[in-house]
């Protein structure tokens, strides 16, 4: 006999100005189960656990936790009835220790006057030590790779003990090592007895750690099944309502001469030691690793966004310094970086000002003003041209979703008319059918002569989009592959070279 729902939320809708963001949709979540939730970016997943998070007002429906319906008006009183999430943007205090951040908000007190920091270090070490999680305690966040943060985060949301915890996104910023290690603490968790909501675009993941899956689409409800009824390309099918026969665009740059030159190139605050390489007007090289490789490193030094102690960039034969992230624009030269939240958006203004903001110099009209009919068309063909779903430009962009978000970023750097791209995770975050598009896009850009160099934790992602890869390992180059003529299997073998 089935379990009855230890969650449930019943005909949700929200509607935001000019959108209607969920429409009557229905989830329903057993104990002792993962239930998936999926869809495009904007189909609706993360408002739907907003509003049970209580980080949103629903306009209609009911949710109902253990029997009972709630009104939850805020993630606090989520939390303390025992609903927590772990959100796929990061949210935390980066100048305060990982103790600090995991008991923020609720510190352990003696008396019920003074903070206990013994209390506080005793209850981390045993959390983490429940959950085998390695990260010192006493390091300030700041100073965590992404993957260790996102790991805090995880120990944060099942220290509060929840019968429902929400993973929006969990794997995005994980190492495979790290992602087995994250089902293990889920499985752990259902065999507790908890509901685990699992949001991912990750579709290897939902088939194996899902018992049933639902799924969304622009906002409605389309479908609820078992996992182990699902295949991929049914998933997808439902996710797009049409048939996507490939999952990469076909191949139709040609990779010519060589516009730029990287020799020796040292990082000084970095692990990043002697990285040579080249790449060739119309190619996309990517780069693969494992976390912590140096691989990221390459792309910001390049970008001046880290500061080199050696080596030599040249940009067709010319030697350029590149010094900080201005020359480098000024260079040809553009960025987009791995995590958009943090480093990508300004989050609180809207579409235009963020598409605009790195080339304002062109819009100057007479030295003094703006040109606003200018920035306007500008604008508007990069919604227009990266697809991207928004009620208008004056829609604050931190609340699109993330593939939309990343779609703004790439419109903002296309309008710079680079020579060189560089893409550190372009994909993180983003649907089937979003990364369809980007992938398109990225091609393109390379049958028009551009150089992109794309860094990705996902190997079919590089096999499937790039002319060669290099590897990066302990932060030395471990090798070059051509992509035609590689295999996972090669590419892993060389990132472990210097670990």
Request: with cysteine; proline share 2%; charged share 25%.
């Given at each position: 006999m089935e379990q009855p729902a230890l969650l449930e939320m019943r005909n949700i809708s929200k509607e935001f100005p000019g959108v209607k963001a969920l429409d009557n949709v229905s989830l329903a979540v057993r104990p002792g189960t993962v239930h998936a939730l999926m869809g495009e970016n904007g189909a609706g997943k993360s408002t739907l656990?907003?509003?049970?998070?209580?980080?949103?007002?629903?306009?209609?429906?009911?949710?109902?936790?253990?029997?009972?319906?709630?009104?939850?008006?805020?993630?606090?009183?989520?939390?303390?009835?025992?609903?927590?999430?772990?959100?796929?943007?990061?949210?935390?205090?980066?100048?305060?220790?990982?103790?600090?951040?995991?008991?923020?908000?609720?510190?352990?007190?003696?008396?019920?006057?003074?903070?206990?920091?013994?209390?506080?270090?005793?209850?981390?070490?045993?959390?983490?030590?429940?959950?085998?999680?390695?990260?010192?305690?006493?390091?300030?966040?700041?100073?965590?790779?992404?993957?260790?943060?996102?790991?805090?985060?995880?120990?944060?949301?099942?220290?509060?003990?929840?019968?429902?915890?929400?993973?929006?996104?969990?794997?995005?910023?994980?190492?495979?090592?790290?992602?087995?290690?994250?089902?293990?603490?889920?499985?752990?968790?259902?065999?507790?007895?908890?509901?685990?909501?699992?949001?991912?675009?990750?579709?290897?993941?939902?088939?194996?750690?899902?018992?049933?899956?639902?799924i969304m689409r622009d906002g409605q409800y389309v479908a609820t099944k078992a996992a182990k009824d699902l295949t991929m390309e049914e998933i997808i099918r439902l996710m797009v309502g049409r048939e996507l026969t490939n999952r990469f665009p076909p191949k139709e740059n040609v990779p010519g001469e060589v516009i730029l030159e990287v020799e020796h190139l040292s990082g000084k605050y970095t692990r990043l030691e002697d990285a040579s390489f080249q790449l060739h007007k119309g190619e996309i090289l990517g780069i693969a690793g494992l976390d912590g490789s140096g691989r990221t490193e390459v792309l910001e030094t390049l970008f001046g966004a880290m500061t080199r102690s050696g080596g030599t960039i040249r940009l067709h034969g010319k030697e350029i310094r590149n010094k900080n992230p201005g020359e480098s624009i000024k260079n040809g030269f553009a960025l987009l970086t791995e995590e958009r939240r943090a480093t990508g958006i300004f989050g609180i203004r809207d579409i235009r000002d963020n598409t605009v903001i790195s080339n304002l110099k062109s819009y100057l009209i007479g030295g003094i003003c703006l040109n606003e009919k200018k920035m306007k068309a500008d604008t508007d063909w990069a919604i227009q041209a990266m697809h991207i779903k928004t009620p208008s430009q004056k829609t604050q962009i931190r609340s699109l979703s993330g593939g939309n978000q990343q779609k703004v970023i790439i419109g903002r750097w296309l309008l710079t008319k680079p020579e060189v791209l560089l893409l550190d995770e372009p994909t993180r975050g983003i649907d089937v059918g979003a990364k369809y598009e980007i992938y398109d896009l990225i091609i393109d850009l390379a049958k028009e002569g551009k150089g992109v160099i794309m860094v990705s934790s996902e190997m079919p992602e590089l096999l499937g989009v790039c002319d060669r890869i290099l590897v990066m390992s302990g932060g030395k180059l471990a090798g070059e592959v051509d992509a035609k003529n590689t295999s996972q299997e090669e590419i892993l073998t060389l990132a472990a070279k210097y670990v």
């Open positions: 656990m907003k509003c049970l998070f209580g980080i949103y007002a629903k306009d209609s429906g009911t949710i109902t936790l253990d029997g009972q319906e709630v009104h939850f008006k805020s993630s606090k009183e989520a939390l303390e009835n025992g609903v927590a999430m772990v959100h796929q943007e990061l949210n935390q205090a980066l100048t305060r220790t990982v103790t600090d951040n995991l008991w923020l908000g609720r510190y352990p007190k003696v008396g019920g006057v003074m903070v206990s920091e013994r209390a506080m270090r005793q209850r981390t070490k045993e959390i983490f030590d429940q959950l085998e999680v390695h990260v010192d305690p006493r390091a300030v966040m700041s100073t965590l790779p992404v993957s260790q943060r996102q790991m805090v985060e995880i120990a944060k949301a099942v220290s509060y003990d929840a019968k429902v915890i929400v993973f929006d996104e969990p794997t995005s910023s994980l190492t495979e090592v790290e992602v087995e290690h994250l089902f293990r603490i889920i499985n752990m968790l259902r065999q507790k007895g908890c509901g685990i909501i699992y949001i991912s675009h990750k579709m290897e993941e939902i088939l194996r750690i899902s018992d049933e899956v639902t």
